[in-house]
């Protein structure tokens, strides 16, 4: 069973490259969830190439949303109990810290200037208008 799924989080360790046994090149990274009292750690994984660039431009520390395939298995270590291993082979990457790109800085505008006393206009309660 394949569960496509997007997750928000914190990456919790920088992505780093490395080959695989096969000899394929993939970045591998964790992404932390705050859900709840008990974090849940995400590993991420990419072996194409834009996706293992996306992932390598991430920091330590930087909010992200990752979508792609989540194997989900249930991990048994020697001594301990088990727990559930999430790794989430990734298909898109969206980091969610604030554009580099340089703001443009609004037009200036001048404030009004208030009306010297020959600039203002008449008084409106002696006019001509019968009440």
Do not use: C, W
């Not at 997750?7 to 990274?29: F, I, L, N, Q």
């Not at 994984?45 to 989900?72: H, T, Y």
């Not at 404030?111 to 309660?125: I, L, Q, T, V, W």
């Amino acid at each position: 069973m394949t569960i496509y799924s997007l997750v928000t989080g914190v990456v919790h360790r920088a992505p780093r490259e490395d080959t695989s046994k096969a000899g394929k090149p993939y970045v591998a990274g964790d992404l932390k969830l705050n859900e709840g009292l008990t974090p849940i750690f995400v590993r991420l994984v990419a072996f194409s190439e834009p996706q293992r660039a996306e992932l390598l431009q991430l920091r330590e520390g930087g909010a992200v949303s990752v979508s792609g395939r989540l194997d989900s298995k249930i991990f048994s270590p020697n001594h301990g109990e088990p727990r559930v291993s999430h790794t989430l082979f990734v298909e898109s990457v969206l980091s969610l810290k604030k554009s580099s790109r340089p703001k443009v800085a609004p037009a200036a505008t001048e404030p009004p200037k208030s009306a010297g006393p020959e600039e203002r206009p008449p008084d409106f309660h002696d006019d001509a208008l019968p009440f």
